[in-house]
């Protein structure tokens, strides 16, 4: 007699059992706290790395400098940015992955084969993608593989507008977003607009 499938989960129960994953565990070095947001009805979503230390210690994603100059690119106030039902929040990795010789270690590998296409299929509505950084890029950009980053930001217009790859908001980026002008010049007025028009 044939079995009969499980019942699809929904995106409530899926984010309680991601949130009590704790598959890494043993090789984070402050403990599993999945941070993610993400509702239904969300148009924008914004593919991080993985949950830094100030993040994880606050357990709200992007609650650094970071965050600050990301919402800023955005156009959207803290409250719009928090709305789980315009912004969904999915990095590569859930949990703080620990630091690294020059900066946060790389996520964890295990995370995204685990939940990363389940919680993507929940999210019908995505207009825009805003990939952040390396690990998000080879995951969601075909051919990205392999390329410097800034070449990947560079041909940016060949995924505009459904998907917009991005230098990482960080300080650390300072001296990219200082060579690359247009970056600011001309990208963000685009995206600002973009992003206005999907939140109405």
Not at 57 to 82: A, H, I, K
Not at 105 to 127: G, N, T, Y
Not at 131 to 151: N, T
Request: charged share 20%; net charge positive; proline share 14%.
């Amino acid at each position: 007699m044939p079995k009969t499938p499980a019942p699809k989960l929904t995106l409530p129960a899926l984010l309680t059992q991601v949130r009590a994953c704790r598959l890494c565990e043993p090789h984070l070095p402050l403990g599993a706290a999945p941070l993610l947001q993400a509702g239904a009805q969300a148009r924008i979503l914004i593919v991080g790395q993985a949950p830094g230390r100030r993040a994880h210690e606050s357990g709200v994603p992007f609650s650094d400098p970071s965050g600050d100059r990301l919402r800023d690119w955005l156009g959207v106030d803290s409250e719009t940015f928090y709305d789980p039902q315009k912004i969904a929040l999915l990095p590569m990795g859930f949990c703080f992955p620990g630091s690294g010789p020059t900066g946060d270690a790389p996520p964890r590998p295990e995370c995204a084969p685990a939940w990363r296409k389940q919680l993507l299929a929940q999210l019908p509505h995505i207009e825009l993608t805003v990939v952040i950084g390396r690990y998000a890029a080879d995951w969601h950009i075909p051919g990205a593989a392999g390329k410097p980053m800034a070449d990947v930001v560079a041909d940016w217009e060949r995924h505009w507008p459904k998907l917009l790859p991005a230098p990482h908001p960080s300080p650390r980026n300072q001296r990219w977003l200082r060579n690359n002008p247009w970056f600011a010049e001309r990208l963000l007025p685009l995206l600002r607009k973009r992003v206005k028009e999907l939140l109405g």
